[in-house]
């Protein structure tokens, strides 16, 4: 597997998602998870960020890298119909 090209791979697929609502999983530790609900804002050449807005809290971004969801240490799901976004 060429990782390089992959990563690009994983990058033009999230493009489309540009400006969607999704839910994120992410693996933090052995046994915490944390889900969150935001809106992809943008895309870097290595990173990609996404808006979360909680309740009681100031709206704040968080960023990761594309390496991220090919390990499965993230995992994107669009809100609107809870389909998973696998880029990779």
Not at 5 to 11: A, D, G, P, V
Not at 22 to 40: F, P, Q, T
Request: positive net charge; charged residues 30%.
């Amino acid at each position: 597997m060429n990782t390089r090209q992959t990563l690009n791979e994983i990058k033009e697929g999230l493009e489309h998602y540009v400006g969607h609502r999704v839910r994120l999983r992410a693996n933090k530790s052995r046994k915490r998870v944390v889900i969150k609900e935001g809106v992809i804002e943008e895309i870097y050449p290595s990173i990609f960020v996404i808006k979360v807005e909680e309740a009681n809290r100031n709206p704040r971004k968080m960023s990761f890298c594309y390496s991220d969801l090919l390990t499965h240490n993230i995992e994107l799901f669009l809100c609107e119909n809870n389909e998973s976004i696998v880029c990779g």
